[in-house]
């Protein structure tokens, strides 16, 4: 059993029946990935067992090949068990996320999170460093003197109970798979 450093589920890479190569092909070929897989896969890449040539040659044929809904949604179930997650208080009835490939300028976090809060919908955000040559939005959002990104779980939840929304930087703790996936990405 191969545990992911954060995460509090097991992943078991025997469990697919393929080593990371014959994953990398499978998906070369075409196939699709089922849950157990991409479950393999993620937690290979956060524990090391997949080096980043293979998961850059993995990400490849994603790109190339695609992935059909099932896949996609397995695998943001397993970037999200890949670490802590935060569990919203009772009084966020509404619950929502805002995801993008990022790219230049950054328009949608700097302009939907702080509607979505002025509109009583509480948001915490993650965004990421480095996207390219433009940098990230938290390279951005560090711009300016006095803004901090780097917010504990707790920090950022009392800043969405006080005022409605938080942005914060990815963690070590927090989707580790993710902040390894957007660096090969960036790469």
């Known amino acids: 059993m191969h545990k992911c ?9 025997e469990s697919c029946q393929m080593n990371p190569v014959e994953l990398i092909a499978a998906k070369r070929d075409g196939r699709e990935h089922s849950r157990a897989e991409i479950d393999a896969i993620i937690a290979a890449i956060c524990t090391g067992e997949m080096a980043d040539y293979q998961a850059s040659a993995w990400l490849m044929a994603v790109y ?10 397995n695998l943001t179930l397993a970037m999200r068990d890949s670490g802590e997650t935060v569990h919203w208080p009772d009084y966020a009835t509404i619950r929502l996320d805002k995801h993008s490939t990022g790219g230049v300028g950054d328009k949608t976090t700097l302009s939907v999170a702080p509607i979505l809060a002025a509109a009583g919908i509480p948001i915490l955000k993650m965004s990421g460093r480095g996207l390219g040559f433009s940098g990230g939005t938290i390279d951005k959002l560090e711009s300016i003197p006095g803004f901090k990104t780097n917010l504990s779980i707790q920090d950022a939840m009392k800043q969405v109970e006080e005022i409605g929304i938080a942005i914060i930087g990815q963690s070590p703790t927090m989707v580790p798979a993710d902040k390894i996936l957007y660096s090969l990405r960036d790469v």
């Open 5 to 13: 450093p954060f995460a509090n589920k097991n992943f078991d890479l």
């Open 64 to 73: 190339l090949r695609g992935m059909t809904p099932a896949e996609t949604l």
